[in-house]
């Protein structure tokens, strides 16, 4: 009998490419849509506030792509309700009317600067 070589072990499948990362898409440079809607209601003079429709047409003028990020908004509308920053008048949801708490109108007006957003140096009362 003659021996046979033992088959040799199966070779290993070849290493697969590793996957490339898509680069990730840097974040735009701008306020956010909090800001751009805090900014809308507070440069209204509406006394019964501002209604989302007008918001949205406001947004659109400013600039602002609301048809695609119609989410968004609405999702940083019920937000800024939720944190106080903006004061629900009518409706329910994202829906209705809205206007600026008037402890966000206390803050802005202490600000230095022209911006709504807390986030400035605020004028020190001594």
């Known amino acids: 009998?003659?021996?046979?070589?033992?088959?040799p072990a199966a070779a290993a499948p070849p290493a697969k490419a590793p996957k490339k990362k898509s680069a990730a898409k840097a974040k735009k440079a701008g306020p956010g849509v909090g800001d751009?809607?805090?900014?809308?209601v507070?440069?209204?003079?509406?006394?019964?506030?501002?209604?989302?429709?007008?918001?949205?047409?406001a947004l659109a003028a400013g600039g602002?792509?609301?048809?695609?990020?119609?989410?968004?908004?609405?999702?940083?509308?019920?937000?800024?309700?939720?944190k106080g920053a903006l004061v629900q008048v009518k409706g329910t949801g994202a829906s209705g009317s809205f206007k600026v708490?008037?402890?966000?109108?206390?803050?802005?007006r202490r600000c230095r600067c022209s911006g709504l957003s807390g986030r400035c140096a605020r004028v020190s009362d001594g």
């Open 1 to 7: 009998m003659a021996e046979t070589a033992p088959a």
């Open 36 to 40: 751009l809607i805090i900014k809308a």
């Open 42 to 57: 507070s440069a209204s003079k509406e006394r019964s506030g501002v209604s989302l429709a007008a918001l949205k047409k």
């Open 64 to 82: 602002y792509d609301v048809e695609k990020n119609n989410s968004r908004v609405k999702l940083a509308i019920k937000s800024l309700v939720t």
């Open 101 to 108: 708490s008037k402890k966000q109108l206390r803050r802005a």
